[in-house]
């Protein structure tokens, strides 16, 4: 184990991806669609000084020699580390040969209309690959215990446990506890926590971070004696608190109450292109489907096959809901806007992102972006910003090229008032990196 965390220290570096790979384009009003290799792997951006030093305090007093025989939070700490890191870090080594593996047998990922699909991380800032960001998470919030010991552990509660009904359970079961504190300060009973009690051993014990959370509340591991038992147990106990001290443990209870899982945000991975008349064409990696690349090459196989048979028998109603159940099979989708300008804005979205979310994000790539606009889909349908419905919905999955308008009106009323328009559309630290698809 010790050898496990020496690896760790060694190899805890946060690295940051690169932008996506060139591709390649088709002119036509259907996107042509075709699954290919595994993305390349990413870097991570470097930790900050302070990040550095709180994970190598951390680490330390993990590797201590000496320690109590009752549990402390750095001992959870090292068992989470330990339970999360180390599995997840063989699984991610197994995934990773195997993604290898099967790279090996498709086309060259330079190939790809983008090298993968990549999320940041809320706490680093770190850009993360699918396979990285849980692991990257975990580490990041076991590295907050050195700054905010509350803020750490209820982190740990809300992202380390899947089960939001368990985690529910146990908030108001801690909640329980501190009321009764505040509410009898003085009474011992209610700052005594009996670890082998059945309510703390179902609901609160099995929620990772809550016993952190205690601790951080300043409940200390005492082993105690029982009446009838020759062997003492132990119990979490809690000093007598002051009146500004039931102040702060009320602010902490509802910080708790409050808390939400920390998730990986999508890296939309914006890029700008010159223009080109093959933008059409679109070759995406494995992480744009629920599916493997084996699993839809078969699919389309039979697909076919059963078209072929059946094509004159096939309802429009059949249609829909064939069309939408491949809709389902995609994660994500990778948009591409064509300006007046001829350049071409590229970004990944969900799925089920929804259109104000597309919108938006077009919206702040440009020069003008307080100017309204227009964005049409392929086969001409006219998208609404005010409509809450889905990409998917919207037919734009697994990849579209829509074609952006300024509006007629509000053009003619500025060229009528002398006002100039911006010869440039795209924001420059987007034209800086602007690039040529081949």
Same mark, same amino acid.
């Given at each position: 184990?010790?050898?496990?965390?020496?690896?760790?220290?060694k190899d805890m570096k946060f690295k940051s991806a690169g932008p996506g790979k060139k591709l390649t384009e088709d002119e036509s009003s259907k996107p042509a669609v075709a699954p290919s290799g595994s993305s390349t792997k990413?870097?991570?951006?470097?930790?900050?000084?302070?990040?550095?030093?709180?994970?190598? *305090?951390?680490?330390?007093?993990?590797?201590? +020699?000496?320690?109590?025989?009752?549990?402390?939070?750095?001992?959870?700490?090292?068992?989470?580390?330990?339970?999360?890191?180390?599995?997840?870090?063989?699984?991610?080594?197994?995934?990773?040969?195997?993604?290898?593996?099967?790279?090996?047998?498709?086309?060259?990922?330079?190939?790809?209309?983008?090298?993968?699909?990549?999320?940041?991380?809320?706490?680093?800032? *770190?850009?993360?690959t699918k396979s990285e960001r849980e692991v990257h998470i975990k580490e990041a919030i076991l590295m907050r215990f050195e700054e905010d010991d509350i803020e750490a552990s209820v982190m740990m509660v809300h992202t380390f446990?899947?089960?939001?009904?368990?985690?529910?359970?146990?908030?108001?079961?801690?909640?329980?506890?501190?009321?009764?504190?505040?509410?009898?300060?003085?009474?011992? +009973?209610?700052? +005594?926590?009996?670890?082998?009690?059945?309510?703390?051993?179902?609901?609160?014990?099995?929620?990772?971070?809550?016993?952190?959370?205690?601790?951080?509340?300043?409940?200390?591991?005492?082993?105690?004696?029982?009446?009838?038992?020759?062997?003492?147990?132990?119990?979490?106990?809690?000093?007598?608190?002051?009146?500004?001290?039931?102040?702060?443990?009320?602010?902490?209870?509802?910080?708790?109450?409050r808390g939400e899982p920390v998730r990986a945000q999508l890296d939309r991975q914006p890029q700008a292109f010159r223009p080109s008349p093959n933008a059409q064409r679109f070759e995406l990696p494995p992480e744009f489907y629920?599916?493997?690349?084996?699993?839809?090459?078969?699919?389309?196989?039979?697909?076919?096959?059963?078209?072929?048979?059946?094509?004159?028998?096939?309802?429009?109603?059949?249609?829909?809901?064939?069309?939408?159940?491949?809709?389902?099979?995609?994660?994500?989708?990778?948009?591409?806007?064509?300006?007046?300008?001829?350049?071409?804005?590229?970004?990944?979205?969900?799925?089920?992102?929804?259109?104000?979310?597309?919108?938006?994000?077009?919206?702040?790539?440009?020069?003008?972006?307080?100017?309204?606009?227009?964005?049409?889909?392929?086969?001409?349908?006219?998208?609404?910003?005010?409509?809450?419905?889905?990409?998917?919905?919207?037919?734009?999955?697994?990849? *579209?090229?829509?074609?952006?308008?300024?509006?007629?009106?509000?053009?003619?009323?500025?060229?009528?008032?002398?006002?100039?328009?911006?010869?440039?559309?795209?924001?420059?630290?987007?034209?800086?990196?602007?690039?040529?698809?081949?």
């Amino acid at each position: 184990m010790k050898k496990f965390f020496d690896d760790i220290k060694k190899d805890m570096k946060f690295k940051s991806a690169g932008p996506g790979k060139k591709l390649t384009e088709d002119e036509s009003s259907k996107p042509a669609v075709a699954p290919s290799g595994s993305s390349t792997k990413q870097s991570r951006h470097a930790p900050s000084e302070g990040a550095q030093m709180a994970g190598a *305090a951390a680490l330390a007093r993990i590797e201590q +020699k000496h320690r109590p025989k009752v549990h402390t939070s750095q001992d959870a700490i090292r068992n989470q580390v330990k339970r999360e890191l180390e599995a997840e870090a063989a699984a991610l080594a197994e995934k990773d040969n195997a993604v290898t593996a099967e790279g090996s047998k498709v086309k060259d990922p330079a190939c790809l209309s983008v090298s993968g699909v990549y999320f940041t991380c809320p706490l680093t800032g *770190a850009t993360l690959t699918k396979s990285e960001r849980e692991v990257h998470i975990k580490e990041a919030i076991l590295m907050r215990f050195e700054e905010d010991d509350i803020e750490a552990s209820v982190m740990m509660v809300h992202t380390f446990n899947k089960d939001r009904e368990k985690v529910k359970a146990a908030v108001d079961i801690i909640s329980k506890y501190v009321d009764n504190i505040c509410k009898n300060p003085s009474e011992e +009973k209610y700052r +005594k926590i009996k670890v082998s009690n059945k309510v703390f051993q179902e609901k609160v014990r099995p929620v990772e971070g809550s016993r952190e959370f205690l601790q951080a509340l300043g409940f200390i591991s005492v082993m105690l004696p029982v009446e009838g038992q020759e062997e003492e147990e132990e119990f979490l106990v809690l000093p007598e608190q002051s009146d500004d001290a039931l102040e702060l443990m009320k602010e902490r209870r509802d910080r708790l109450q409050r808390g939400e899982p920390v998730r990986a945000q999508l890296d939309r991975q914006p890029q700008a292109f010159r223009p080109s008349p093959n933008a059409q064409r679109f070759e995406l990696p494995p992480e744009f489907y629920n599916l493997s690349a084996e699993e839809l090459k078969k699919e389309q196989q039979q697909r076919t096959e059963l078209v072929e048979k059946n094509a004159m028998l096939r309802t429009k109603a059949m249609r829909e809901k064939e069309e939408q159940r491949e809709r389902r099979k995609y994660n994500y989708t990778l948009l591409r806007v064509r300006l007046p300008d001829g350049n071409l804005l590229q970004a990944t979205f969900y799925a089920w992102d929804r259109l104000p979310a597309l919108f938006e994000f077009v919206r702040e790539s440009l020069v003008d972006g307080w100017q309204p606009f227009e964005l049409i889909a392929p086969g001409g349908q006219k998208l609404q910003e005010s409509e809450e419905v889905t990409l998917v919905e919207c037919n734009l999955v697994p990849a *579209a090229l829509l074609t952006f308008a300024w509006d007629a009106a509000v053009q003619a009323d500025i060229a009528a008032a002398g006002g100039k328009i911006s010869a440039a559309l795209l924001k420059p630290e987007l034209l800086e990196r602007i690039q040529t698809l081949s």
